[in-house]
């Protein structure tokens, strides 16, 4: 009994990796919203810049429509890692939005 105490002691010990868990950098929550947006149904086809500082998202690109931008915003509201959200994006003008 005594040895199989200190097997169990020495096993807690020695370090091991912890199945999925990852350090959450700022190219891994870029890269992860580009998999979710690439992903997505209806904003696989818009063309938005990202760039991740410190977890803060800058989102920049033009779109169609209000509902293109909230749906952009609503995936990366979602990405673990992400602090903050800075809209930069831009809802074209023209006959869509009459």
């Known amino acids: 009994m005594r040895k199989l105490t200190i097997i169990l002691a ?8 912890l199945h999925g868990c990852k350090t959450i950098t700022d190219e ?3 890269s992860e919203i ?3 947006l690439a992903n997505d ?7 938005i ?6 977890g803060v998202v800058t989102l ?9 931008k909230d749906r952009v915003i609503r995936i990366v ?3 673990d890692g992400v602090v903050n ?3 930069a994006i831009t809802v074209q003008k023209g006959e869509e939005q009459k």
């Open 41 to 47: 149904q209806y904003a696989s086809s818009l063309k």
């Open 85 to 87: 959200i800075h809209d």
């Open 34 to 36: 580009r998999t979710k």
């Open 49 to 54: 810049n990202i760039e991740t500082k410190s």
């Open 10 to 17: 020495a096993l807690l010990l020695v370090p091991y990796p």
């Open 60 to 68: 920049s690109g033009t779109v169609r429509t209000q509902e293109d």
């Open 28 to 30: 891994n929550i870029t």
């Open 77 to 79: 509201k979602n990405v």
